[in-house]
């Protein structure tokens, strides 16, 4: 019995971390992959500043957006269509966001970056 309720804590505690994610590898991603491109403050760099992005857009949209930015454009995202007209540059494909958990630890340290 206790041991049962022992592996099941884990299981809880193990899939809550998996699906929060990781902010602080977040934050080692966004410096290697991301900070050439964005702020995490107030203005634009080569793209948008990425302040406040996790409250303007959905978890849903940031998962697809990260997978493939040139492809939500070509799906006709409406989003997706507006920020190619604000921005000269498009976002390139980045290897490292084709990783569910790689994306669950940048969106992590991006809701830090938000509260
Ligand atoms: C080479 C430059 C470049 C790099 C590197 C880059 N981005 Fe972008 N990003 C852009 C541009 C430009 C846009 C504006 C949309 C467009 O035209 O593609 C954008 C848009 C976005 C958006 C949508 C912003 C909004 O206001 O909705 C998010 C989110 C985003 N990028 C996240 C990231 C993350 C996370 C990384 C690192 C893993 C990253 N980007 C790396 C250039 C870049």
Same mark, same amino acid.
Not at 45 to 55: D, E, Q, R, W
């Given at each position: 019995?206790?041991?049962?309720?022992?592996?099941?804590?884990? *299981?809880?505690?193990?899939?809550?971390?998996?699906?929060?994610?990781?902010?602080?590898?977040?934050?080692?991603?966004?410096?290697?992959?991301?900070?050439?491109?964005?702020?995490?403050?107030?203005?634009?760099?080569?793209?948008?500043?990425?302040?406040?992005?996790?409250?303007?857009?959905?978890?849903?949209?940031?998962?697809?957006?990260?997978?493939?930015?040139?492809?939500?454009?070509?799906?006709?995202?409406?989003?997706?269509?507006?920020?190619?007209? *604000?921005?000269?540059?498009?976002?390139?494909?980045?290897?490292?966001?084709?990783?569910?958990?790689?994306?669950?630890?940048?969106?992590?340290?991006?809701?830090?970056?938000?509260?």
């Amino acid at each position: 019995m206790k041991k049962a309720s022992l592996v099941l804590a884990v *299981l809880i505690l193990s899939s809550g971390i998996a699906m929060a994610g990781d902010a602080r590898n977040g934050k080692k991603l966004f410096k290697r992959k991301c900070k050439s491109c964005h702020r995490l403050g107030e203005g634009t760099l080569v793209g948008p500043s990425l302040l406040g992005v996790t409250k303007r857009r959905s978890g849903e949209w940031l998962h697809k957006w990260l997978q493939d930015p040139k492809g939500m454009v070509k799906s006709g995202d409406s989003v997706a269509t507006e920020l190619k007209k *604000l921005y000269k540059k498009q976002m390139p494909h980045i290897k490292a966001m084709d990783k569910k958990a790689n994306r669950e630890d940048i969106l992590a340290f991006l809701m830090e970056n938000d509260k």
